[in-house]
């Protein structure tokens, strides 16, 4: 029986104890016990399935990877204790010194201080590409080349890239492709259908969707997520059971809350596009968006991200922010409450002034995480600082 995603996302993976407790346990232990010598001499050899010691299994920790798995159509999860632990397990999961990585330039700025800075010291070097040329991939691809690693939509432009292409690209000459699917989720986009190998989550955003805890994830298929578990199950950086109850409780209102920040997000942006104080206004789900038509084929909406940009720089950006009442300045994202940033001092201030111009990333530029509060309160809390620019 194939179950719709809306079914998945409250039913997928439950495991129940010998209580049969309807809502799903939360097993705080760090160990298990076993029936005897020989049972626990199975368990370690692998013979036998079964849960050993929290820092590779947990039951709590099971279910969020199964739920999560279920919903991203992938054959198996492992789950880990932030996005930047999944991304970080994912090249040292799968690559060796000497290889190199091809990535969009327009990636979370931790993940480009990841790769550049710390892998970079061990021998895993990566060539930063356009996000929406596939071209510039395909020229910067080396004999050692071993990954792809691509956002889409890119924070903050929402920069749309071609998932089914650059899976082509890659796969002709034996490279994966990882698309961190933070943006959008599986609600919206399934990147392993479009032909990507690995899918990465920051799931402390859109799954936990409440901005309560920190975990991520990789999904791909079994064989390739041997070599990610065996450096979670070594090294440990493991997702808590507690977080993990969190979030499988929050992948059940995944659904619905994507597609009411989505409909919010297209109603603002739509709104923001015609008022008279604001120069531009960046969002898939618009029709002026330059990568609209393909957002339209690889994503059920345009997401819950809107950016614009303001005529008078950082001035009229900051003057817009500081005069929100509901929005929370923050620079969190995929929270029920709407949040509100300044990228060029904010997240992107660790870049300099030329690498954010060449980025498109302008000083009159804010990003708006859309939540769930009703869109006209949203409106009022920008036309305030908006009309007295
Ligand atoms: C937040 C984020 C990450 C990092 O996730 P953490 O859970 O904060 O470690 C990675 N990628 C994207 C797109 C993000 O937004």
Not at 86 to 111: K, N, P, Y
Not at 203 to 217: F, N
Request: proline share 4%; hydrophobic share 45%.
């Amino acid at each position: 029986m194939t179950l719709h995603p809306e079914t998945l996302a409250v039913r997928a993976g439950t495991l129940r104890s010998e209580f049969q407790e309807h809502s799903e346990a939360l097993y705080l232990t760090s160990s298990f016990v076993f029936g005897s010598a020989a049972e626990a001499a199975a368990r370690f050899s692998g013979e036998q399935p079964g849960n050993i010691y929290a820092r590779f299994t947990n039951p709590s920790v099971t279910m969020f990877e199964q739920r999560l798995a279920a919903l991203e159509g992938a054959e198996r999860c492992v789950a880990f204790a932030s996005g930047m632990a999944a991304i970080l397990a994912t090249v040292m999961g799968l690559l060796r010194a000497g290889e190199h990585i091809v990535a969009s330039r327009a990636i979370f700025g931790s993940t480009v201080q990841l790769l550049q800075n710390i892998l970079g010291r061990f021998g895993v070097t990566t060539t930063f590409v356009s996000p929406t040329d596939p071209d510039q991939w395909r020229d910067a691809i080396r004999p050692e080349t071993r990954l792809f690693f691509v956002e889409s939509p890119s924070n903050p432009l929402t920069e749309v890239s071609d998932i089914a292409a650059l899976a082509a690209i890659a796969h002709r000459r034996d490279i994966l492709l990882a698309v961190d699917n933070c943006f959008c989720t599986p609600a919206l986009q399934k990147p392993l259908a479009l032909g990507a190998d690995l899918v990465i989550h920051s799931a402390t955003k859109y799954l936990d969707g409440q901005g309560r805890v920190l975990g991520g994830a990789v999904l791909g298929s079994q064989t390739l997520l041997d070599g990610v578990y065996t450096f979670l199950r070594t090294a440990g950086p493991t997702l808590s059971a507690f977080n993990a109850w969190v979030l499988f409780k929050g992948l059940e209102t995944l659904d619905l809350r994507m597609r009411a920040h989505a409909a919010h997000a297209r109603e603002l942006a739509a709104w923001l596009e015609i008022h008279p104080k604001v120069a531009r206004v960046y969002y898939p789900g618009l029709a002026s968006h330059p990568q609209h038509a393909l957002a339209m084929t690889q994503q059920r909406n345009g997401g819950g991200i809107v950016a614009f940009e303001l005529a008078g720089g950082k001035d009229a950006a900051w003057r817009v922010i500081d005069a929100t009442r509901v929005m929370s300045i923050t620079a969190n994202l995929g929270d029920t409450r709407t949040t509100i940033t300044h990228p060029a001092s904010t997240t992107h201030s660790r870049m300099s002034a030329e690498q954010r111009a060449a980025a498109g990333i302008g000083d009159g530029l804010v990003r708006i995480a859309v939540g769930l509060e009703h869109p006209d309160d949203l409106k009022e809390d920008l036309q305030r600082g908006l009309v007295a620019l």
